[in-house]
Antibody, heavy 120, light 113 residues
Framework: EVQLVESGGGLVQPGGSLRLSCAAS????????MTWVRQVPGKGLEWVAN????????HYLDSVKGRFTISRDNAQKSLYLQMNSLRAEDTALYHC?????????????WGPGTLVTVSS | DIVMTQSPDSLAVSLGERATINCKSS????????????LAWYQHKPGQPPKLLIY???TRQSGVPDRFSGSGSGTEFTLTISSLQAEDVAVYYC?????????FGQGTKVDIK
């Protein structure tokens, strides 16, 4: 069974940093693109970033480019999101997701999420 | 960025009746080289992560009940629940992955009438 468990969220002041982690199990982690998607409480879904199976390719939402960095450790079966220069508008529930094997661009299996709150 | 617009924002349907959700993209998400629409549908229930229902606009994900179906091409798409069940109460999102960044519609909330 695919399991994805996010951690690292919390309350941080504007301008601060957080590093989110996602522990994966139940599948061969190194064979899948991985994605971070966020949801502002009470609002919709927003794609944040994704990373290729071997970490050689990354893509970002324009509003997080230069502030967020996605990375992965295939040996540790873990996905990360380093978030710097955080803003109030980054407040959201952050989900990590495993992309599809057939449609590699779309999230298929999602974790429950970790809540990031940016506030003074 | 491609803007995805869903309609309606919410709807209430009687148990056993049909529910229809529309999604319009600001540009075509049909990839001509493989004739596939880069459009997916997700179901999101409170307190749970989103669940993939449909990809390539009309291909049902494994394990998804056949009362869920997707149709459309180019810029206009539809998710249909043929006979609404109580467990289908959720917010439904369309999602394009034709270009980066991938984008979601604003969501359609489905309730029981």
């Amino acid at each position: 069974e695919v399991q994805l468990v996010e951690s690292g969220g919390g309350l941080v002041q504007p301008g601060g940093s957080l590093r989110l982690s996602c522990a994966a199990s139940g599948f061969t982690f190194s064979r899948y693109w991985m994605t971070w998607v966020r949801q502002v409480p009470g609002k919709g879904l927003e794609w944040v970033a994704n990373i290729k199976e071997d970490g050689s390719e990354e893509h970002y939402l324009d509003s997080v480019k230069g502030r967020f960095t996605i990375s992965r450790d295939n040996a540790q079966k873990s996905l990360y999101l380093q978030m710097n220069s955080l803003r109030a508008e980054d407040t959201a529930l952050y989900h990590c997701a495993r992309n599809g094997a057939v449609v590699t661009a779309i999230p298929v299996d999602w974790g429950p999420g970790t809540l990031v709150t940016v506030s003074s | 960025d491609i803007v995805m617009t869903q309609s309606p924002d919410s709807l209430a349907v009687s148990l056993g009746e049909r529910a229809t959700i529309n999604c319009k993209s600001s540009q075509s998400v049909l990839y001509s080289s493989n004739n596939k629409n880069y459009l997916a549908w997700y179901q999101h229930k409170p307190g749970q992560p989103p669940k993939l229902l449909i990809y390539w606009a009309s291909t049902r994900q494994s394990g998804v009940p056949d009362r869920f179906s997707g149709s459309g091409s180019g810029t206009e798409f539809t998710l249909t629940i043929s006979s609404l069940q109580a467990e289908d109460v959720a917010v439904y999102y369309c999602h394009q992955h034709y270009t980066t960044p991938p984008t979601f519609g604003q969501g359609t909330k489905v309730d029981i009438k």
